[in-house]
T-cell receptor, first 115, second 113 residues
Framework: DAGITQSPRHKVTETGTPVTLRCHQT?????MYWYRQDPGHGLRLIHYSYGVKDTDKGEVSDGYSVSRSKTEDFLLTLESATSSQTSVYFC??????????????FGEGSWLTVV | AQSVTQLGSHVSVSEGALVLLRCNYSSSVPPYLFWYVQYPNQGLQLLLKYTSAATLVKGINGFEAEFKKSETSFHLTKPSAHMSDAAEYFC???????????FGTGTRLTIIP
């Protein structure tokens, strides 16, 4: 257990509404990530963070924004949800170098349905 | 740039038979390589990882994988399949000095009683 909590775990929302998913960690790890999982695509990186207020884009960042105002929280926002953003979203943290060499651990996932 | 190719989106084996899940990677620098398992409606659990120590890596639940640089492969094996091994398996690569983990598209393993 890497001390990762995602909320909400399940959400149904309407097209065009904003949605925020929260990832909370209890162990002050520097790196945090948001991935989405879709059939046939595996997991794809949306955004990641390497410190408070330090974030960068992944390969599927369009339509998403992130914020990290505290070490322990990494928020993913869908500015205006679309049906193509129906997916399972996973937050992850990386154990800092020197402990487990780039090992990334995942939360339990947030199932988002956009109708 | 780094990438992973998993050959076979679905693999079926009989209970007690050898499990072999294939993974080939591409990386311009020495890689870290990982196998994760995902059970239905759950998150991803780390099975094992290669970080440049021994090329044969042993993981949880009796799984192991061998790093073969000449073949750019990191195949996952288990000598004898168990019903509880039914799940989806993901291979992933992270290049040294790169904070991002790139995944393959996954292989769904079915165990036949």
């Amino acid at each position: 257990d890497a001390g990762i909590t995602q909320s909400p775990r399940h959400k149904v929302t309407e097209t065009g509404t904003p949605v925020t998913l929260r990832c909370h960690q209890t162990e002050n790890h520097r790196y945090m990530y948001w991935y989405r999982q879709d059939p046939g695509h595996g997991l794809r990186l949306i955004h990641y963070s390497y410190g408070v207020k330090d974030t960068d884009k992944g390969e599927v960042s369009d339509g998403y924004s992130v914020s990290r105002s505290k070490t322990e929280d990494f928020l993913l926002t869908l500015e205006s949800a679309t049906s193509s953003q129906t997916s399972v979203y996973f937050c992850a943290i990386r154990l800092d170098l020197g402990s487990s060499g780039n090992t990334i651990y995942f939360g339990e996932g947030s199932w988002l349905t956009v109708v | 740039a780094q990438s992973v190719t998993q050959l076979g989106s679905h693999v079926s084996v009989s209970e007690g038979a050898l499990v072999l899940l294939r993974c080939n990677y591409s990386s311009s620098v020495p890689p870290y390589l990982f196998w994760y398992v995902q059970y239905p409606n759950q998150g991803l659990q780390l099975l094992l990882k290669y970080t440049s120590a021994a090329t044969l890596v042993k993981g949880i639940n009796g799984f192991e994988a061998e790093f073969k640089k000449s073949e750019t492969s990191f195949h996952l094996t288990k000598p004898s399949a168990h019903m509880s091994d039914a799940a989806e398996y993901f291979c992933a690569v992270s290049a040294r000095g790169n904070e991002k983990l790139t995944f393959g598209t996954g292989t769904r393993l079915t165990i036949i009683p």
